[in-house]
């Protein structure tokens, strides 16, 4: 059974930072591309982040970029998205997920295991 459990949310002030870590269990993590996603209250899930299977090609949403970096360790099978100079409107529940091939996707159809949830809150 894969699974997928994310850590590391929490409240923090404007200006503040934040590292979410998602373990995965049950699948072998090394060949997978992985992504981290958000919804906000009363707003579709959107792309935040995908990492391919080696750690070598990244992309961002363009209202992350410069301030979010998404990373991973194979060798523990975690991804982890560094936040930083967080804002308001990043408050939203991150979901990290596992994607159905190796190389990097802002498409949320084409991730098939997926994370409950972290909270983060943003305060002004």
Same mark, same amino acid.
């Given at each position: 059974?894969?699974?997928?459990?994310?850590?590391?949310?929490?409240?923090?002030?404007?200006?503040?930072?934040l /590292?979410?870590?998602?373990?995965?269990s049950?699948?072998?993590?090394?060949?997978?591309?992985?992504?981290?996603?958000?919804?906000?209250?009363?707003?579709?899930?959107?792309?935040?982040?995908? !990492?391919?299977? /080696?750690?070598?090609?990244?992309?961002?949403?363009?209202?992350?970029?410069?301030?979010?970096? !998404?990373?991973?360790?194979?060798?523990?099978?975690?991804?982890?998205?560094?936040?930083?100079?967080?804002?308001?409107?990043?408050?939203?529940?991150?979901?990290c997920?596992?994607?159905?091939?190796?190389?990097?996707?802002?498409?949320?159809?084409?991730?098939?295991?997926?994370?409950?949830?972290?909270?983060?809150?943003?305060?002004?």
């Open positions: 059974q894969v699974q997928l459990v994310e850590s590391g949310g929490g409240l923090v002030q404007a200006g503040g930072s /590292r979410l870590s998602c373990a995965v049950g699948r072998t993590f090394s060949v997978y591309a992985m992504g981290w996603f958000r919804q906000a209250p009363g707003k579709e899930r959107e792309f935040v982040a995908t !990492i391919n299977w /080696r750690g070598d090609s990244i992309a961002a949403a363009d209202s992350v970029k410069g301030r979010f970096t !998404i990373s991973r360790d194979n060798a523990k099978s975690t991804v982890y998205l560094q936040m930083n100079s967080l804002k308001p409107e990043d408050t939203a529940v991150y979901y997920a596992m994607r159905r091939g190796s190389d990097v996707s802002s498409r949320s159809s084409e991730y098939y295991y997926w994370g409950q949830g972290a909270q983060v809150t943003v305060s002004s």
